[in-house]
């Protein structure tokens, strides 16, 4: 029997009726419930047990995706959807994608691909230059330092921290000769702090090192002289600092460290400090925001997401370090079968060194297509606008007094509540859920819970965010009818 196979031409056709399909998706996905309604477990009986012995039409195979597959979709580029922080989506970075596909190679080393390795390198050079990063982090400069995209900001920070460990361990083996490296690990301690992404204690976890957490202050942000404090205090304990990182733009409420002073306390310590910015990161490229990236010249790495704010699909997140040496020295091996000879001519890196994979995706080609087809002018222009519309929610919030706002609003995050108990809170929040019209999630700022409303999809506009409101105020009005409230 002949079994048939896609080939050129049908992928022809079937590419363009992809396209129409996801086009058709996206102008309509306001139409769509944002949260599905869903039990676990709904999709197993949905499909068989095993996987078909003989091919399937495609036909069949895409009436499935609506029969399957999109009644358990969270709609994440719904203008209804508020929750966590953006997933970053356009139209560029999608075609970016497709070609990065087809073309399917595996850029783990220059001369794997050398154009993969090469445009990434230039790319991260033309980021770092939109957000005015200090020389020293331009690959294309004579500094030290250099870009690499990594998978999530959760590996960057691994990355950065497991290259502090091991420069630490390093520089104390070097005047203590007697230390066996798990002596020195058993003294090592990082800090970051208590409003941190739980991402930066599960790198903790996984470098096998100490973090302890940092109290914030009234704004939610770390200031030197609680750091420093404790810095002191494990010092005369015997133990060894070695890493901080700070947070710009964190995830309950979109808080920024104080960088301009923990920046030289680390620097005098000789701890490196990173910088996570994975969401508030894509606003430096707009000069009225990048003064809260200043101090970024006393970090040894620093991160951001242009998969979250900057109209690039994930996965794509942006890591600079000062010192390439110190992430490739950490990292680096050199089996025969990856070696070639363009590797020690110093005009080229392989960045396998620089991740925990191995192979590595053509993920520059999405940050070149939506540069190119946007502009600076385009990018800065979406930021400002979402951060409008925050606003504009900001303002209906403060003008009905029964809600409070729990945060200052610095860019596209408004943290809100109903003045009242944790549980009145808990129930709008139930309701919102259950009515899947909006979508949004909960933190929880000074022990009280709190409501995050977060301008997410690249399509929101001004009637999103008023019918959004007309409908948190309708659930609320009901919410406050019922007896027990």
Known sequence: MKIHIMDAAEFRRRGKEMVDYVADYLENIEKRPVYP????????????????????????????????????????????????????SSYPAMLADMLCGALGCIGFSWAASPACTELETVMLDWLGKMLQLPECFIAGTPGSGGGVIQGTASEATLMSLLAARCKAIRRVQATNSNYSESDVLGKLVAYTSEQAHSSVERAALIGGVMMKQVPADNSYAVRVDMLKKMMEEDKAAGLIPFYFCATLGTTPSCAFDHIVELGPLCNEENIWMHIDAAYAGSAFICPEFRPLLNGVEFADSFNFNPHKWLLVNFDCSAMWVKKRTDIIGAFKMEPLYLKHENQESGLVTDYRHWQIPLGRRFRSLKLWFVFRLYGLQGLQAHIRKQVALAKEFESLVRADKRFEICAEVIMGLVCFRLKGSNELNQNLLKRITDSREIHLVPCQLSGRFVLRFAICARTTESSHIQQAWRHITQLTFELLQEPSH
């Open 37 to 88: 309604d869903v039990e676990p477990g709904y999709l197993r009986s949905l499909i068989p047990t095993e996987a078909p012995l003989e091919p399937e039409s495609y036909e069949d195979v895409i009436k499935d995706v609506e029969r399957v597959i999109m009644p358990g979709i969270t709609h994440w580029h719904s203008p209804y959807f508020f929750a966590y922080f953006p997933a970053a």
